[in-house]
């Protein structure tokens, strides 16, 4: 039986939810749809956004109104304009094939008449944004003398937006016997006084911990001086050529400026903030739906209440002013059930804030290294080859012009060709990040970054008593930090306390092992093949290795699946020794409930990320 018809949801919204692909309810549907469908009690829900809290109310909503009648009985209060829209698009969605439901949104900027329009013809639901709600209560065109039910959805939201005066005006428009239903991502005191002003006894739901992230998002930051960071923000977006971003910025002069400077050196971006009229910003919105756009930069106010599904990176330009900011920013990324970045570009002065901001999502942030100019160009290439490759081909169109393109190239080899298109683009790269300097700083000696990172720094040498090799299989093989020290370790037959630094590139790994164990990796390594494919050890530095990238050209040839997802997919569990956990980067690649290689044959089951 479907889970949702278990819960008590009636067929034809289980029928309408399954056409959005709703198979089982969500953590936060599956406490609170319970509670709500009996009605009885005000409700707390603390749940991050992209949890599922529209379904969670809306279902209850739809079980308990008498759509036969057409007056309000269901008024829901959200922080902004696209979010109401949001809602009451799920809404309507949800109710799908219930007949007579009428939903509306009333936000502000928009046409006030349509809106008076609406309620006029009759609605039971109201979603609306507080300003425009007051409007339309002081015009005397709405009665809510027969609402049973208020939500306050993004409570904390709407705290920080100043519109604690306007939900007390609009809530003394309501029965005193209504239920309230508030749902909030923090909770601070302010949303801890409204609970107690306007509830009776509520009961309280947490799906996850208090004002903790969203499980699914990781959270780095980049240690950086404050003038190298356009550069370095530059970096990150380059060496992730399909990233799908918001970023965010404190000012609207700000958003402008690294909109434009980014529009300038060639990138899909444009900013959204306050000053834009209301059909710009829809516009930009439209863009960044349609993917037009892969930045959107943009202000914490602007950004609000955005519900884009599949955004890879929240990169935080600057950081929030307000630190519980964070949480909403990060929230934009990881929505349901996807994995997710936050990013931070910190200088010394702000790792305070990174900590405090730690203590709030009650989960460490991963120091990362922003990537030297020559990372950054092997990305791209590995991009510009997967393009090459999974380009559609539409035969018919070319065919005509091909005998003439053939002539053109005829005296070129095959291996000519393919090098000359992959520099088409990569040209542009390659001269950007010549000479490009190191960006990253450490701080300051003793302290706990120092500390954290000692391990990072001394990548580049070697440290005392090990000897750094090289292997000519990196992270294109779909191999992890952890998959790779399992291989070494199974194929030398050594333990992992052997191995030290484990520095995983495209197409190649520098690893660090103790001098007394050096020579067991070459005699275990003898003749095994990885997928057709000799493995090839060097010590660093001797050979073709440390020149980055030696034999390059062979292992790019084997590479099986023609693609750069490593910094997607984001498991971070699971390992082959406690003491190797910390030290971050321990990802599976591809995502959706993979296990992670033990080299054992066996596949290790993720947890269901809901
Ligand atoms: P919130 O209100 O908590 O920010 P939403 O209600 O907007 O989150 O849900 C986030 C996304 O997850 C939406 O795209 C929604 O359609 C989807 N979603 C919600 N519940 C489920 C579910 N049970 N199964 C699959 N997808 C869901």
Redesign the pocket.
């Known amino acids: 039986m479907n889970p949702f018809l278990e819960l008590g949801i009636r067929h034809e919204v289980v029928n309408a939810i399954s056409e959005?692909?709703?198979?089982?309810?969500?953590p936060?549907?599956e406490k609170a749809i319970p509670v709500l469908l009996t009605g009885n009690d005000d409700f707390v829900g603390l749940?991050?956004?992209?949890?599922?809290?529209?379904?969670a109310f809306g279902l209850p909503l739809l079980e308990q109104l008498d759509f036969s009648q057409k007056h309000p009985q269901a008024l829901v209060l959200c922080p902004t304009r696209e979010l109401c829209l949001?809602i009451a698009k799920?809404l309507q969605n949800f109710a799908k094939y219930i007949d007579n439901v009428h939903v509306v949104a009333v936000y502000g900027g928009a046409n006030i008449s349509d809106q008076l329009r609406q309620i006029r013809r009759g609605v039971q639901i109201v979603v609306a944004t507080p300003g425009r709600m007051l409007d339309i209560i002081g015009r005397n065109a709405i009665d809510f003398s027969n609402v049973k039910y208020v939500v306050l959805?993004e409570a904390d939201e709407m705290l920080n937006m100043g519109f604690q005066e306007d939900i007390n005006n609009i809530l003394s428009e309501t029965p005193d016997e209504k239920k309230t239903w508030l749902f909030s991502a923090t909770m601070p005191r302010e949303v801890r006084r409204i609970a107690q002003k306007y509830m009776n006894d509520p009961f309280e739901l947490t799906v996850g911990t208090k004002n903790t992230g969203n499980a699914n998002i990781e959270h780095h930051y980049y240690l950086i001086k404050a003038k190298d960071k356009y550069a370095a923000f530059k970096r990150i977006v380059d060496s992730n050529p399909d990233i799908f971003g918001i970023v965010f910025c404190r000012t609207k002069i700000e958003t402008q400026d690294i909109a434009e400077a980014l529009i300038k050196d060639g990138y899909n971006a444009d900013s959204l903030h306050g000053d834009l009229s209301q059909q710009q910003r829809d516009k930009v919105m439209k863009r960044y739906r349609d993917r037009s756009l892969q930045l959107l930069i943009a202000t914490d106010v602007a950004a609000r209440g955005i519900?884009v599904?599949d955004v890879t990176h929240v990169i935080n330009f600057s950081l929030p002013d307000e630190v519980e900011n964070y949480t909403h920013r990060s929230g934009r990324t990881a929505?349901?059930?996807k994995t997710g970045i936050s990013l931070s570009l910190v200088n010394v002065k702000e790792l305070s804030k990174i900590r405090h901001i730690e203590k709030i999502i009650g989960k460490p942030f991963e120091k990362k290294q922003v990537p030297q100019g020559a990372e950054v160009c092997e990305k791209q290439l590995f991009s510009i080859v997967k393009k090459i490759e999974n380009v559609e081909v539409n035969d018919e169109q070319i065919a005509p012009f091909l005998p003439a393109i053939m002539e053109n190239l005829e005296s070129l080899s095959k291996e000519d060709i393919i090098k000359r298109f992959a520099s088409l683009e990569f040209n542009r790269f390659l001269d950007y990040y010549k000479n490009a300097p190191d960006l990253n700083i450490e701080a300051r000696e003793g302290s706990r970054e120092d500390r954290g990172d000692r391990r990072d720094g001394r990548s580049r040498e070697g440290s005392k008593g090990y000897t750094r090799l090289f292997m000519n299989l990196g992270s294109v093989d779909e191999f992890t930090r952890g998959d790779m020290l399992g291989f070494i370790c199974n194929n030398a037959n050594i333990s992992g306390k052997s191995i030290g630094k484990i520095d995983l590139k495209g197409v190649f790994t520098f690893f660090e092992v103790q001098d007394a164990e050096v020579e067991k990796v070459f005699q275990g390594f003898q003749g095994v093949d990885y997928n057709g494919r000799q493995v090839r050890i060097e010590v660093s530095g001797e050979g073709r290795g440390e020149g980055r990238g030696g034999d390059r050209g062979r292992s790019r040839g084997a590479r099986r699946d023609g693609g750069y997802r490593s910094d997607r997919g984001g498991r971070r569990d699971g390992g082959f020794s406690g003491e190797r956990r910390d030290r971050g980067e321990r990802r599976d690649r591809g995502g959706n409930g993979g296990g992670f290689r033990d080299f054992s044959g066996r596949r290790k089951e993720s947890k269901s990320k809901y």
Do not use: C, H, V, Y
């Open positions: 959005l692909g709703f198979e089982k309810p969500s936060i549907q749940a991050q956004t992209g949890t599922g809290k529209t379904a949001q799920d959805d519900d599904n929505r349901a059930g």
